[in-house]
């Protein structure tokens, strides 16, 4: 049996036993979440969450990459911790999958001292950066996260569909259907420039865009589910959007995976009328719930803080 030391708490590994009896509090937990974050109805989450989880762990304790560990304060146990190393989640980013603290001992700095736990023992093994996801109503957490020196890679926000919109909320802007020459030019010219916007990691480069690009998007614009749009107003193109329809493990959200307005046409509510227009769009659809990616950037940030969305989850970054 492994143990790691930080001042505080004890990092214990689990056995198999311990962690085969924590998988349905693990996927329960995880469910209620995408339910209460995404809207998603509870059996289904459920049943998505245990396959998910069933799936990445074939070998247990001894799945490669894969680390688990009970939080020890003398012989109480406090919390809980999964890493998952480089090369599993990411190539070059460990992964905090899950953190908890026993119920009766929040509130006392104990995620914290976990925290610290984590990071010393990536830190003992190499790795230079960590990442995590936590869930919007996990409010808590988020701050913790903050004060420890995570940033925001990307966040996703959700609300549902007004079934009254305003009438003149998308003013003359309209969308059209992207043209195969129109998307490989815009394609192009955001990996180059802004590939973050695509990975959402900051180690994002043009290489990683593209081959996120091409996972994403194997037939372009005529990709199953996907709808890319300009943006026009006034008689001219004015942006872009790339938008993703309802899957099964997102069954009533209309995500935006990006929107772009062009530099010259900034500051004039192009932005707020491309989210109006496509949020008509999905209700046509019958969607009944819309939601924005958004890169960890000051000026993306307080742009979807103007169309009322709530943090449905977040993904943060430390270099260690």
């Known amino acids: 049996m492994k143990e790691f030391t930080t001042v505080g708490v004890v990092l214990i590994s689990l056995s198999e036993a311990e962690l085969e009896a924590r998988l349905p509090g693990m996927a329960a937990d995880f469910a209620h979440a995408v339910t209460l974050d995404f809207g998603v109805e509870p059996e289904l989450a459920l049943a998505q969450s245990t396959e998910q989880l069933n799936a990445g762990l074939p070998d247990g304790v001894t799945t490669p990459g894969q680390l688990f560990f009970k939080a020890m304060d003398g012989a109480d146990e406090v919390g809980f911790l999964w890493l998952s190393l480089p090369g599993t989640v990411f190539p070059d980013v460990a992964w905090l999958s899950q953190i908890t603290v026993v119920a009766d001992r929040r509130g006392r700095g104990y995620g914290h001292q976990i925290m610290a736990a984590a990071e010393a ?76 916007a695509v990975v959402r990691r900051p180690e994002a480069t043009a290489a990683g865009a593209r081959r996120t690009v091409a996972r ?91 169309l009322d969305l709530a943090v449905a989850s977040e993904q943060l970054y430390k270099g260690l």
Not at 142 to 170: N, S
Not at 278 to 284: C, I, K, Q, S, Y
Request: a positive charge; zero cysteines.
């Open 121 to 196: 023992e990536l830190t003992r093994r190499g790795v230079g950066r960590i990442g995590l996801h936590v869930f919007g109503h996990n409010v808590g957490a988020r701050r913790l996260y903050l004060r420890l020196g995570y940033r925001i890679g990307a966040q996703a926000r959700t609300r549902p569909i007004d079934p009254e919109p305003a009438p003149d909320a998308t003013g003359d802007l309209t969308l059209a259907p992207m043209t195969p020459t129109r998307y490989a030019e815009r394609l192009a010219d955001l990996i180059e420039n802004d590939p973050f």
């Open 216 to 306: 994403l998007l194997p037939e372009g614009p005529a990709t199953a589910g996907t709808l890319l749009r300009t943006a026009h107003a006034g008689g001219r193109e004015v942006g872009w959007l790339w938008l993703s329809l309802p899957t099964a493990e997102r069954p009533t959200t209309g995500l935006i995976a990006y929107v772009g307005v062009d530099p010259a046409e900034r500051r004039k509510g192009h932005g707020r009328r491309i989210f109006a227009a496509v949020e008509a769009e999905l209700a046509r659809f019958g969607v009944p719930r819309i939601g924005l990616m958004v890169p960890g950037r000051a000026e993306a940030l307080a742009f979807a803080d103007t």
